[in-house]
């Protein structure tokens, strides 16, 4: 729990509170370096919602991993199937909201 912020709140549908396990995501772990800390589990595969959580992840940022998953992306999914997932990780409600900048309440690009 973040301090100040109390419980993370359950959202029905929210697709990023599911933990990891080997439906969703597979590490290629080299031992030796994880034992000296000299490196993190690299991704081997992943589910699309996973991948979008880990390289929106405020505990371990991973600029590598957001490098390699921006630049590789258009190979399995699309900007707009990406794009929704980024709207849908970071919920917004318009109306609490009391910034002049706050963007529409629209969550889904598709026509």
């Known amino acids: ?19 990891d396990s080997k439906k969703n995501i597979i590490f ?20 699309l919602e996973k ?17 390699i998953f921006l630049m590789t992306y258009p190979t399995f999914t699309t900007a707009e199937e990406l794009l929704n997932l980024l709207i ?8 609490i909201s009391s910034s002049p900048l706050s963007p529409p309440p629209q969550t889904n690009i598709s026509n």
Request: proline share 9%.
């Open 28 to 47: 290629d772990i080299d031992e030796a370096s994880m034992v000296d800390g000299s490196s993190m589990p690299q991704i081997k595969a992943a589910t």
């Open 51 to 67: 991948l979008v959580e880990k390289i929106t992840s405020e505990d371990r940022p991973n600029n590598e991993l957001v490098h």
């Open 1 to 19: 729990m973040l301090e100040g912020y109390g419980p993370l709140e359950e959202v029905d549908g929210y697709p990023f509170l599911e933990k």
């Open 88 to 95: 849908a990780r970071y919920p917004f409600d318009p109306l």
